[in-house]
């Protein structure tokens, strides 16, 4: 085989890679694994905290969890696999997600699997920029920023995560002058995403442009987190709670509830949990 041909063959695998992205964080694969009896992959970290997720809403843990995709019942997670022997993970021997992980830090993380674009037709965005709203400080993006990258990342202990996307947050949004009046509002919002995508890209990985709009969303919406989460579930079909708090540049209108990609957790869950 020549380099030419090594080298097209190096691209192909590549590509093959980057159109297969794990169907849990929507990267490449780390530390490939398998459910034992569907064999549907996924990033090894990625599968194990999805189980946990599952396994905190039953008392005691399960011993087998469906899969995400066919919903096909498993008991362990394969993984290590090096051409003749592999590692099993069961699932009744994970770990349960600690007390912090409430059932809004579970409805934060379901959301991550819907389709984007869930305010789209409710929360006016370019508004936002057109008005120069964005100059507005947000007396609840530090808590709605700290509850979201804790459901992302399934960790506690997020605060220098929270305090660095702030900063960069702040920056941006605190920058009044002549410059910025001077772009138009277009040019500011993207200015804004790739500046929040360059800071969140180091801890969240594959999510951070559904990170980024979604942080957009929250923004645009001038709600409190509240309110903000009514209005979410509510276009998404979950519940259809009465709409409380502070808004701005929020239309009411007719929906189809958006169907999640994955079967976050079982048919018979409570979905407001």
């Known amino acids: 085989m020549d380099q030419d041909e090594a080298k097209s063959n190096e691209n192909h695998s590549s590509s093959s890679r980057d159109s297969n992205p794990c169907p849990i964080c929507l990267g490449p ?6 459910l034992d009896s569907c064999f549907h992959k996924f990033c090894y970290s990625c599968i194990l905290n999805w189980t946990k997720v599952v396994a905190g809403k039953h008392s005691p843990a399960p011993s087998s969890v469906k899969c995400p995709l066919c919903k096909t019942e498993n008991l362990s997670i394969i993984y290590g696999y090096d051409g003749s022997s592999f590692q099993r993970q069961y699932i009744n021997d994970s770990f349960e997600l600690s007390s912090f992980f409430s059932k809004a830090h579970k409805y934060r993380l379901k959301c991550y699997y819907t389709e984007p674009g869930i305010l789209s037709n409710v929360v006016n965005i370019l508004r936002y920029w057109k008005s120069r709203k964005y100059l507005q400080p947000n007396r609840w993006l530090q808590s709605w920023l700290r509850r979201e990258i804790q459901a992302l990342l399934q960790e506690e202990d997020v605060e220098i995560i929270v305090h ?18 001077m772009r138009t509002p277009e040019t500011k919002q993207v200015e804004f995403k790739n500046l929040v995508s360059d800071a969140a890209r180091p801890f ?13 969303l929250f923004l645009a919406s001038g709600l409190n987190i509240e309110a903000y989460d009514e209005v979410y579930m509510q276009q998404l079909g979950w519940n259809t709670p009465r709409l409380t708090g502070e808004g701005a540049d929020v239309e009411h209108s ?14 018979d869950s409570d979905e407001t949990d």
């Open 254 to 267: 007719e929906h189809t509830p958006i169907v999640p990609y994955l079967y976050i957790f079982d048919d």
């Open 164 to 181: 660095h996307i702030l900063g960069v947050v702040d920056s941006f949004l605190r920058r009044g002058d002549q410059s910025h009046q």
């Open 29 to 34: 694969f780390l530390q490939e694994s398998y």
């Open 204 to 216: 969240l990985a594959a999510r951070t442009e559904r990170f980024v709009n979604e942080l957009e």
